[in-house]
Structure formats: structure tokens, C-alpha cells
């Protein structure tokens, strides 16, 4: 992977802001990441380092294109979030844009309906800007 050496623009900036918030300001969530629809991380929050950031994104990656093709096969149209329940907490996966999902590890302690709705908040507020363009400059630039 390329270093990105130009400064960010203020969308990409403004990105990675909205996820380090969302990591940091949501109840009981441990590490969050995006990854671009070809599986590459494009964000992490800040607590994760780059190993385990990428370990979680093709974790991520692979997850969506299951549900994705489950959806397929029973038509019941696009996944809005998978939940797996593990014995020490949740890791959870949802559609940002067309383009980039988000992938979240939570504490057992979490609850589920408050997180889906931050997940659908940050979604929401990520996806109007997120673009093709953006998405090259975020999987450049992650790890600076």
C-alpha cells in the first residue's frame, strides 16, 4: 500500500472524525471499522492497531457478503445488520453506503436496539458524503 503523503480533504477528515466519535461516544463499544466494498480497510478507530484493524475488516468484509448472499438467494432484499453473539460480546455489521459497510466489536454489556440505532446514525450522516472518490482517499491514506 501506497503512503498517502497529500494532506486529507475535510470529507475524509470529517469521516474518520465521525467514526473515531462514534467509537469513542458509543456505550460500550470496543472498536469499530470501514471497509470499502473490495474488503480494504478505509477507517479504524484509534485503540485498534493496523494488524488487528485489518483482521477485523476482512472479518467484516466476508460477513456482508455472506448476508448479501443470503439475501440473494431468498430475495428478501439488501441485509440491514448482522449480529453475531459471541460469548464475550457482539460484533455486529452493517451497510454505511452502497460502497463501504461498517464493522463493530461491542462489550456483552451492550444494548443491541441503542446500538443499531448509533450504527444507523453514523450510516446515515457518513453516507451523504461518502463517495467513490472519498472511499480511494480513506484506503490510502488509513494507517498515516
Do not use: C
Request: proline fraction near 2%; charge should be negative; hydrophobic fraction near 50%.
Amino acid at each position: 500500500m501506497t503512503a498517502h503523503t497529500e494532506p486529507l480533504s475535510s470529507e475524509a477528515q470529517q469521516f474518520n472524525w465521525l467514526l473515531s466519535q462514534f467509537a469513542v461516544n458509543t456505550s460500550e463499544v470496543i472498536d469499530a471499522i470501514a471497509v470499502s466494498s473490495d474488503g480494504l480497510l478505509i477507517a479504524m478507530s484509534h485503540t485498534l492497531d493496523r494488524s488487528n484493524a485489518d483482521r477485523l475488516a476482512a472479518i467484516t468484509s466476508a460477513i456482508i457478503s455472506l448476508a448479501h448472499g443470503a439475501a440473494r438467494v431468498y430475495d428478501m432484499g439488501s441485509p440491514n445488520k448482522v449480529i453475531i453473539d459471541l460469548d464475550g460480546g457482539y460484533l455486529l455489521v452493517s451497510a454505511i453506503s452502497s460502497g463501504a459497510t461498517l464493522g463493530v466489536l461491542a462489550s456483552r454489556a451492550a444494548n443491541l436496539g441503542n446500538l443499531a440505532y448509533e450504527m444507523a446514525v453514523f450510516a446515515n450522516r457518513a453516507g451523504e458524503f461518502l463517495s467513490p472518490v472519498l472511499i480511494e482517499e480513506l484506503k490510502n491514506s488509513v494507517g498515516m
